[in-house]
């Protein structure tokens, strides 16, 4: 992986599936399960553990060494359901960022979501409305982290669900990056 996950370097000592399963709950955005990082890793460029598609009992077992090295955080109210914690999060995003393009993270996002990725081409902006609340969150974040035009943001509000609003979701979804 290029870059450090971590300021003091120490995630050389992270296992390939456990360091994609830090990105898949990074990109994630909000408290999510292990069915839905095993999805998102389904999409071969934003792994870095190798061809071979994770299984639930390998992210079973990541999760669970990164829960015990205080990485990541179960969900208070949502048992089973698990986000980076704050202190990662900044550095996660900023080397995924720099290792993984731009559309491959779209179409992980979209996979795990249930919904056909969101394009930006010839001015267009094409895809599936994004299902749930969650979704927009991981949407919104990886666009303006990835360094989507302010327009392009904007844009996505076609797309997003009924009565949610891009520039609404920005703060909330940039909190600890």
Known sequence: MSGSLFDDGSDGELQAIERDVLVALALGAAP?????????????????????RATIDEVRAAIAQLDARGCIEQHERKPGFWGVANGYLPGV????????????LREALGRADGYRAVTFAAGRLTGDRVPTIEAAFALVRLEILGGTSVAAVEALDARLPWGVQAQALSDTALDGC
């Open 32 to 52: 999510r399960p292990r069915a839905w990082v095993v999805e998102f890793l389904a999409q071969p460029g934003v792994r870095e553990g190798g061809a071979r």
């Open 93 to 104: 995003m900023e080397s995924v960022l720099a290792r993984v393009p731009l559309p491959a």
